[in-house]
């Protein structure tokens, strides 16, 4: 038989779709692995950001929303994560931390109340965020979205979850599974694969303005058959909605401004747009610290020179209790799960202060355990959501596959080769079409043999037994067009059938497959296993570097271009050396990925990070002092 090419993939795909407190993103998993799928200029996260104009309408979503967030405060709607499925009472322990007003809806829901006096529910503030997100991901994909996977946190109640699947209604996207965040971390980590004992996993989720704690326990399937959808249990969560990186950079505002009104002999008034540059300073000097010992803060206000050094000793003194807090909420949560910390075997991290070299070192001491950090922690939970909607739609991505399937199966084609049809590791049930035809003119039978095993040749995998398809009538070679299935239900028994379309006949076996395998063929499926996963791994991380490096290539193409002025030629050129080495190399990966050790890519966009810290720093004292010029001329 030969085969047919199959149609173009994922006509109709299941993205992941992360919906985040200050962030979202969207991503895909197909055969080369899971990706963020990015906006029309690049970008990879869509703030979780919408502004309203006077009639209720939604005018600017993502990042348009937020810079613009300081001037409306109170038509630009953020963190309407936190009112998703809650009523007003409920909501009112946020309603400080909101720059807008909450009235009560229908059904007892809190609601945003518009400067105009519109209200709009949290359902459809987060179904314009999740209609960019389809938008978004049509565009790259060159095809109309409609399903998604979408994560919310483990402690998400029914009406929360709800709440999350009418807005994805209200967007225009079917909704096919909510999976926690947590599980969704551990997936894009293919936790589980292959795992021959339970396992426990801590994910350890800091962003901005959240904390959480999960613990789950990691069922391998072989301990439950046939049931993919309680493969992660979540034994207990824990954590803090007002906890993050947003307090540290407010430490280190606070020490500024502190220092400042010494100098001054009294305390700065600061203008919106002064506070938010402020505070834009010291995230960038926090984020610093994260790479570098010290960071160096260097401002002009009100007639004054401000400038010091902050050694990453200080910083850390100053954040050390609210990473305490953190710890304190995971150990409430090992208590809850009844575990000590030595009981996890594998800690993931998730959300962007999980950078700072002090959360890092806290976490492995505490749980006893290093980290994993490989995956970028602002990406982790939507790429594992494109996992999970991959094997929703039926997809075998070869880089992270969830098991279930011992061994995959295929078919014989000509010359002795293997098609296969389910790969290993697929979660059960799992269903699989392909087209095939016939290799000699006249064919009037043609001989099925069903295999199992991984190899490339009939001669290496096991046979599961043939049937034949018989009465087709005469054709030349490649014109009769047999579509086979296999189709293997949530016991592991494989339906094999068969159909040629132009005749209507058909044939079918039902196989037990996965019985007998002898102990030597279980360990060399490992083995090969192991070495695939290893360059999945390899070409996953190549992929990201690649993503990122093109990112910081354009961001400091564009601060080049504008503060060109304030640079010294000396620097200039330093900048673009280093930026002129890691555009070759990705131009050499994106040619061929394996011609490129990650770690290679990776120390040159680390070099270029370090470069052109100065550069920003420039960037952001310069828009500082146009700002302090612009509220001095004002006032
Ligand atoms: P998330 O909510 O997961 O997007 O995380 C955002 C938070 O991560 C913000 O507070 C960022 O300032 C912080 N963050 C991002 N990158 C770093 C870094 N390299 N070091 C420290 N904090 C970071």
Redesign the pocket.
Known sequence: MTPVPPSPAGADPVVGIDL?T??SLVALADASGPRILEGPAGGRIVPSVVRYDERGRPIAIGDEAREHAVEHPESTISSVKRLMGRSLADAEADAPFLSYSLVEGEGDTARVRLPEGGVVSAQEVSAVILGELKRRASEALGTEVRRAVVTVPAYFDDAQRQATRDAGRLAGLEIVRIVNEPTAAALAYGLGLGEKTPETVAVFDL??GTFDISILSVIPASEHPGASTDFFQVLSTAGDTHL???DA?RAILDLVVGELADSLGKTPRLTANQRQALRLLA?RT??TL?EREEASIDLSFAGVEYERTLTRAEFEALIDPWVERALDACRRALRDAKLGASDIDRVVMV???T??PLVRRRVAELFESEPYTALN??EVVALGAAVQGAIMAGLKTDALLLDVIPLSLGIETVGGAVAKLVVRNSTLPARATEMFSTSVDGQTSIKLHVLQGEREMVADCRSLGTFHLRGIPPMPAGIPQLEVEFLVDASGVLSVSAVEKRSGKRAALQIVPNHGLSAEEVDRIEAESFAHAREDMQRHRVVDLIANGRLDLKWIGERLEKIAGDLDPGYRAEVETSAGVLRSLIEQAEADWSSVEPERLHSAKEDLDRVSVRMHEISIAKSLREDAARADAGS
């Open positions: 985040g200050t962030n962003g901005g993050g990186g947003d950079d995230e926090k984020i994260s959300g962007g202060s950078r700072i922690p602002d």
